[in-house]
C-alpha cells in the first residue's frame, strides 16, 4: 500500500511521519517547493516536538518523499487548511478544491480519498463532487453508492499542538464514510498507526464532531473570560473564585486568558455560524467574548501606563510583555492573542518595549525594536508588566512578580504567591 498525503503543515507531515514509521511508503505533496526540498533533505520547517526526528528517520529509511505534484497511490489524505473569508467568516473551502483537482488526474479504480482538513458540514459531499467533476471515467461514492471505484471519507484531525507525535496515536479518531464501505476502508488505513479507537459514522456527522469540539472549547474559555471581566468589575478575585467553584464535583471552569489564539478554536465554530447564523447564537457569542478579551487586557495596561505618566511628571513608561506565544510553553506565535497585545504595547509605547518570551529565540517582525530579555530582567527594568501567557517559567518567578507592585496580570500567575 502506499499513502499519499496532501498538504505538509501541522497535521499533513506529522501524519505523513506517522504512516512512514509503520513501514508504510508515503509520498507528500506540498504546493511550496522550499517545503518539499526541507522534507527531502530529512529536515523540517514547522516546530513540534519529537516531529524532526520522526522525518528524519523516515526520509532516511526511504519511506517518505515529497515532491510538488501528485502522484499515482492506493490512498490520498487531504490536510490543507481551511481557514474563514470576508465579512461574515465564510469557509475558504478553495485549497481543499484545488489539492482535489491536483490528484484527481492520478486517481485509479479501487482508491480512498480521506479528508483530514476540518470542514464545514457537506465539505466531504463538495470534495467528492469535484473529483467526479474531472474522473468522467471512474464511479464515485454520491452516484454508485457502495459500487464505487472511488471511496471517499472524511476522518478530521483531533491533536494538540506540542503533543501531536503522541496525541496522533492515542487519540480516538471519528471516521465518517460517504458510505459504510468507505468508512470500513478508512478505519483500515488509520489503524495502521493509530492505537486509539477508530470510530465509524457517515461524512457529515464526522465533520460536525469536529466543528463542536471545537466549539465546546470555545464556548467554555468565553465562560472563563467573560468571568474574568466580570469579577474585575466587581472587585472578586477570580483566580481564586474559579479554584473554589471547582471544588464542586460537576463544575469545571476553565483558565481566563488573553485570549483564545491558534489555528482552530478560534476558526472552526465560525463554520457553525456560517452554517446556521440564524441558531447558532451562543456559539457566535462566544467567539466575540474571547475576541474582545485582549483589547481589555489592553486597556488595563493603558490604564496603568496612564497611572505612571501621572505619577512620574509625564514619564513614558517601561512596559515589559511577559509570554508572545498563542498558550503555554510551546513557541507557537502564529494567530496569538498575546503577540496582538505585544505588539499594540509597541505601537503605543514605541520602542521602550521589553518581551520575555522563553521559548524563541528571536523577535518576530512585527515587534523588532523591542527587546527579547529574561524574566529577571524584565521584572528589574519595566515600569509596568504584562503577564500574557501562563508559562511554567512566569509561575515560576510568582514571588519576585508578586513584589514588582505595577504587574497586568491577565493569566493568573499573581495568585500562586497567595499564602
Ligand atoms: N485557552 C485559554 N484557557 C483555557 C484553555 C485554552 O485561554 O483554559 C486558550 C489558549 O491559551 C489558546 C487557545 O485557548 O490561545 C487554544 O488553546 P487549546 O490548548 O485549547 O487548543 P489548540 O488550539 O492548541 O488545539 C485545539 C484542540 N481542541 C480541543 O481541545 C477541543 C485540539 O485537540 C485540536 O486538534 C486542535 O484545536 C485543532 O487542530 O482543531
Redesign the pocket.
Known sequence: KTVSVIGLG??GLPTAAAFASRRVNVFGVDVRPDVVETINRGEIHIVEPDLDAAVHWAVESGFLRAGTTPEPADAFLIAVPTPFVGENKEPDLSYIESASRAIAPVLKSGDLVILES?SPVGATEKMAAWLAEERADLSFPQHAGEESDIRIAHC???????KVMR?LVS?DRIIGGLTPRCGEEAKALYELFVEGECILTEARVAEMC?LA??S???V??AF??ELSVICDKLDVNVWELIRLANHHPRVNI?????????????V?PWFIVAGAPEEAQLIRTAREV?DA?PDWVLERVDKAAARYRDENDGKNPTVAALGIA???D?D?LR????CAIAESMKRRNGNDLLVVEPNVGSLPEALQGAQLVDADTAIEQADIIALL??HKEFHEASDRLAKHGAVVDA?GILDDSRP
Open positions: 501541522y497535521i476540518t478530521p484531525e483531533r491533536v494538540l499542538p506540542g496525541e487519540n469536529k469540539e471545537n465546546f472549547r470555545d467554555n474559555i472563563a473570560n476553565l483558565t481566563p486568558g488573553a485570549g483564545v489564539g491558534g489555528h482552530c478554536i478560534a472552526d474571547n478579551k498563542f498558550k503555554p510551546i507557537d494567530e496569538s492573542p498575546a501567557v501562563g493569566v
